[in-house]
């Protein structure tokens, strides 16, 4: 399939390396950095460090392999974490809290990804004899499966000080956190601020081809550079691919705004197709989840009929996603528009 051809809506992980980065990965100055010698991964360790305002950071092969190392590194058996129920590190990570915290998530309700602090308080466990110890709660911003609603500040403060009056550590997956800043006017700061650890992705809405970091205290990502060795992520002269991380963090943030005025675009322009269930002024970022119902089709006939007109998109467990990217330009939006107006009419 020659995916050139293609208006690829799958994801925000789609994109193909910027030519700026392609330059900056073959002139890296690398190092072995699993010796702790290569200097592009320590600029980019530090800088995502100074943009979080947190202590250390650590380059993750993946955002999953970053959130089960925040997990592992905060937790131990016998232990609970509670999560929010539709979250992706509890739904989509192939149960490495299980697997490899050997920890019990307890799933939480939310409105579009606000836990209620109360709820959460509710299920705060101090740890007994029948009873787990709840040690870790994770959220997650913007959130993925709520269709990439972006999580209020003020829900996350009242997490994190209610965590802190218990002795819990919060972890945020904020493999979209750019895009809940760059949508709300909210500095990345501030919601760092309200999580002990981060998990934030490079290889999504800011296109570096691989790559994600973990930012937290110094002696936490200390011990986390342990436990990614042990998974065997510890990676030699990875500064050929830092060196595209540097670009994602310095040049392709603010762009992100592009993506969401797309994504805008195109839910305005479905939404009153039949067969679509879906509220543009619930799509915030770069993500659009629709509910799909139709009388004729059904959600795999109509996605392969869109695949037939060259715009990929993918099934999710409330219908439909579509994701805008920096590869997706204002004539792939209206290819899609034509495609469902084609389709559905
Ligand atoms: N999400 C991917 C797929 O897994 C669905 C996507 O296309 O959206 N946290 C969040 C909120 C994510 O959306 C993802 C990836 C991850 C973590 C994991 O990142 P990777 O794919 O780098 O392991």
Same mark, same amino acid.
């Given at each position: ?26 002139? !890296? ?11 592009? /991964? ?13 202590? !250390? ?27 929010e ?25 939310s409105q579009r990804g606000a836990m209620d602090p ?21 959220v997650e911003n913007t959130h993925?499966?709520w269709?990439g609603a972006v999580v209020p500040l003020e829900n996350l403060v009242a997490i994190r000080e ?10 945020l997956?904020?493999?979209?956190m750019?895009?809940a800043s /760059?949508a709300s006017g909210v500095?990345?700061?501030q919601y760092?601020?309200a ?87 619930e799509?915030e970022t ?18 392969? !009929? ?40």
């Open positions: 399939m020659n995916m050139e051809r293609y208006s690829d809506f799958r994801s925000d992980t789609v994109t193909r390396p910027t030519p700026e980065m392609r330059r900056a990965m073959a002139e !890296a100055v690398v190092g072995d950095d699993v010796l702790g010698d290569d200097p592009t /991964v320590q600029e980019l360790e530090r800088l995502a460090a100074d943009k979080l305002g947190k202590e !250390a950071s650590l380059y993750m092969p993946s955002g999953t392999m970053g959130n089960a190392v925040a997990v592992k590194s905060w937790t131990q058996e016998l232990d609970e974490v509670i999560v129920a539709r979250s992706h590190i509890y739904n989509m990570e192939s149960t490495h809290m299980t697997f490899i915290s050997r920890v019990n998530p307890r799933p939480l309700p109360e709820e959460v308080e509710r299920n705060i466990k101090p740890g007994s004899v029948h009873l787990p110890r709840t040690s870790l709660i994770c993925n499966n269709g209610l965590a802190d009056r218990f002795g819990i550590r919060v972890h997956d904020g493999a979209r750019f895009n /760059v500095p990345v700061q760092a601020d999580a002990d650890s981060v998990m934030f992705c490079l290889s999504k809405g800011l296109s570096a081809p691989v790559g994600s970091m973990l930012v937290g205290p110094k002696d936490f990502i200390a011990h986390g550079r342990r436990v990614r060795k042990a998974l065997g992520g510890g990676m030699r002269q990875v500064g050929v691919l830092a060196a595209a991380g540097l670009i994602a963090l310095n040049a392709m943030v603010d762009r992100l705004a592009e993506d969401h005025a797309r994504a805008q675009r195109l839910a305005r322009s479905i939404s009153q197709l039949p067969g679509i269930q879906l509220d543009p002024a799509v770069d993500i659009i989840i629709f509910g799909f119902e139709h009388p004729r089709l059904t959600a795999p006939e109509f996605l392969e !009929a869109l695949k037939v007109r060259r715009v990929l998109a993918l099934p999710v467990p409330q219908g439909i996603r579509f994701v805008t990217n920096k590869d997706i330009g204002d004539e792939d939006v209206d290819s899609a528009v034509s495609a469902f107006q084609d389709i559905l009419s």
